[in-house]
């Protein structure tokens, strides 16, 4: 590997997809694992196949979808887990085992109950049964931030000599600072024996909301690959968003003097992707992807902005894959011109792909003057709808100072049945939930409700995201999109309840085993 390349390990689809809210089905996983196969990443954590066999079937249907990158499965030091790991991960290209254990003396005593002697030798063990399995294997010990180095030093050493390539050193739960991870790299590459075989990578938590500082205090100190996510979803406060890694190596090269392979005008398209599966938006003010993040407001940045743009932009939205400002097609756009368009926007859409979102493009062009990408990006994306689902096909609501909320749904039902109910609540957007309720029966509690503007103009697409938690403890999100933001909320709930629907139907339980 050429040394002032970093490599970019994603694993929204393990460590991101683990954040409440966050799952995605199998199909969703592998158009995930698709773009970011699109966007460059040099490795996916596909996911953690012990967990559940969703995870294992995930895991292996993107081993055998994605070729041009590596393809990982995270697993235990425990045998059943690198033997089934390898089992989902085997008929990828470039398969990746990635074995864990905890060295820190407060995972090791009062997680694991284990000696040091005992995870030392658990090491050796798993990091020689995964190298027999596969020629790709990182190995990391947990809670690195917070061992004590010299047993540290010891782990990683029988890490190489068992045949590790990668040495990833998490900060896992986000307690470090870019001085102390920076360091500490720079104290593994001192002094850990065969160090100079192996990359070394990093995985930081944002609890402290250091996690991107961290990982490239750790590429300054020597790492050369960044553990990452897209939008930093994970555990807790999340991961070190892909995004903002990529973009300061990018933005700041003369800095790093350092490289990714990542196509960077790919990176909003992702994030947008991410979003509209999970329904968990991003935050305006989030760096890169956010929807202020390139926007100036302030009269004095707009003045500067036209004189000379570079007064206050660093990088251009067009850099990071945001032609979203750019008016691409109208109500008399053919055909072929939002083929094109999809195209540059990176879908292979089949022909009859193509005929379907051209017949949601013409409707919406009826109700929308101007169809910008990020609007083509939801036909698309929603157009996807699962068969056998609830789909929303007709709604009325009355609101106002001076009359009584209510709504009017029609549902066609997972057997194909059309279905009416009314419902009553608050305000419109209650009313709406109730009436549905009334048809789905999927006892639930509303944590969240979102609603933002994708687009632009007065008759812009509202996206709105709800979040549930069903009565058996799954949470699950969905998100809808429209020019009328009730109808954008009544197909949010709509998503967020077929997703819980999908979720009891596999039988997932809510806890997967502990990391
Ligand atoms: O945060 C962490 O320590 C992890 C490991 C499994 C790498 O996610
Ligand atoms: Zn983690």
């Given at each position: 590997?050429d040394?002032?390349?970093v490599?970019i390990?994603d694993t929204t689809l393990?460590?991101g997809?683990q954040?409440?809210?966050n799952?995605m089905?199998?199909?969703?996983?592998?158009r995930?694992?698709?773009q970011?196969e699109?966007?460059?990443v040099?490795?996916?954590e596909a996911?953690?196949?012990?967990a559940?066999?969703?995870d294992?079937a995930a895991v292996q249907?993107?081993?055998?979808e994605?070729?041009?990158?590596?393809?990982?499965a995270?697993?235990r030091?425990?045998?059943k887990?690198i033997?089934m790991a390898?089992?989902?991960?085997?008929d990828?290209?470039?398969?990746?085992?990635?074995?864990?254990?905890?060295?820190?003396p407060i995972?090791?005593k009062?997680?694991?109950?284990k000696t040091?002697?005992q995870?030392?030798?658990?090491?050796?063990?798993?990091?020689?049964?995964a190298?027999s399995?596969?020629?790709?294997v990182d190995?990391s010990?947990?809670d690195?931030?917070?061992s004590e180095?010299?047993?540290?030093?010891?782990v990683?050493a029988?890490?190489i000599?068992?045949?590790?390539d990668?040495l990833?050193?998490?900060?896992?739960?986000?307690?470090?600072t870019?001085?102390e991870?920076?360091?500490?790299i720079?104290?593994i590459?001192e002094h850990?024996?065969?160090?100079?075989?192996?990359?070394?990578?990093?995985?930081?938590?944002?609890?402290?909301?250091?996690a991107?500082?961290?990982?490239l205090a750790?590429?300054?100190?020597g790492a050369?690959q960044?553990e990452?996510?897209?939008?930093g979803i994970g555990?807790r406060a999340?991961?070190?968003?892909?995004?903002?890694v990529?973009m300061a190596?990018?933005?700041r090269?003369a800095?790093y003097?350092?490289?990714t392979?990542?196509r960077?005008?790919e990176?909003?398209?992702?994030?947008?992707?991410?979003?509209s599966?999970?329904?968990?938006p991003?935050q305006?003010n989030?760096?890169?992807?956010?929807?202020?993040a390139?926007a100036?407001e302030?009269?004095?940045?707009?003045d500067?902005?036209l004189?000379?743009?570079?007064?206050y932009?660093?990088m251009?939205?067009e850099?990071?894959?945001?032609?979203?400002n750019a008016?691409v097609?109208?109500?008399?756009?053919?055909r072929?011109?939002?083929?094109?368009?999809?195209?540059q926007l990176g879908?292979a859409v089949?022909?009859?792909q193509?005929?379907?979102?051209?017949?949601?493009?013409?409707r919406?062009?009826?109700k929308k003057?101007?169809?910008?990408?990020a609007?083509l990006?939801l036909?698309?994306e929603?157009?996807?709808?699962?068969p056998?689902?609830?789909e929303l096909?007709d709604?009325?609501?009355?609101?106002g100072m001076s009359?009584?909320?209510g709504?009017?749904?029609v549902?066609i039902?997972?057997?194909?049945?059309?279905q009416?109910?009314t419902?009553?609540?608050d305000g419109p957007?209650?009313s709406?939930?109730?009436?549905i309720?009334?048809?789905?029966?999927?006892?639930?509690?509303?944590?969240e409700y979102?609603?933002?503007s994708l687009t632009e103009?007065d008759?812009?697409l509202g996206?709105?995201?709800v979040?549930?938690?069903t009565?058996?403890g799954?949470?699950?999100?969905?998100d809808?999109?429209?020019?009328d933001?009730?109808?954008a909320?009544a197909k949010?709930?709509?998503?967020?309840?077929?997703r819980a629907?999908a979720v009891?139907?596999?039988?997932?339980?809510?806890?997967?085993?502990?990391?």
């Open positions: 590997m040394p002032s390349t490599k390990f393990r460590d997809e954040a409440p809210g799952s089905n199998l199909a969703e996983k592998v995930m694992a698709r970011l699109r966007l460059g040099d490795v996916i996911g953690f196949p012990i559940s066999p969703d294992f249907a993107i081993a055998r994605c070729h041009l990158l590596e393809v990982c995270l697993c030091t425990l045998e887990d033997r390898w089992d989902a991960v085997k990828a290209e470039k398969p990746r085992l990635h074995t864990f254990i905890a060295t820190s995972h090791m009062h997680k694991l109950r040091p002697e995870v030392l030798q658990m090491t050796k063990e798993a990091v020689s049964l190298r399995l596969c020629d790709r190995f010990p947990e690195a931030t917070r180095l010299p047993f540290l030093y010891e990683l029988a890490a000599e068992a045949g590790a990668t990833n050193i998490p900060d896992t739960v986000g307690y470090s870019p001085e991870f920076g360091q500490l720079r104290n590459k850990v024996k065969g160090i100079d075989r192996v990359i070394i990578s990093t995985h930081c938590h944002n609890d402290l909301g250091l991107v500082a961290n990982s750790g590429v300054v100190h050369r960044i990452c996510t897209v939008n555990e999340g991961n070190a968003a892909l995004e903002e990529v190596l990018t933005t090269k800095f003097n350092l490289k392979n990542i960077t005008a990176l909003y398209p992702t994030s947008r992707l991410l979003t599966i999970t329904g968990v991003v305006a989030k760096a890169i992807v956010g929807a202020n390139f100036h302030a009269g004095i940045h707009q500067g902005i004189k000379e743009r570079s007064t932009e660093i251009r939205a850099d990071v894959g945001r032609t979203g008016i097609l109208g109500k008399h756009s053919g072929h011109a939002l083929g094109n368009r999809l195209k879908y089949t022909p009859e193509l005929a379907a979102v051209y017949e949601r493009f013409v919406l062009a009826d003057k101007e169809i910008f990408d609007d990006m036909l698309v929603q157009g996807d709808a699962q056998h689902e609830y096909k709604m009325t609501v009355t609101s009359v009584k909320p709504a009017s749904v549902i039902d997972p057997e194909g049945r059309e009416k109910a419902g009553t609540g957007v209650s709406t939930f109730n009436a309720d009334a048809i789905c029966t999927l006892p639930n509690t509303l944590t979102s609603v933002t103009g008759d812009a996206t709105v995201a979040r549930i938690r009565k058996d799954h949470t699950v999100s969905g809808g999109s429209d020019t933001i009730i109808v909320s949010a709930y709509l998503a967020a309840l077929n629907r009891q139907n596999l039988k997932i339980h809510p806890e997967k085993p502990m990391l």
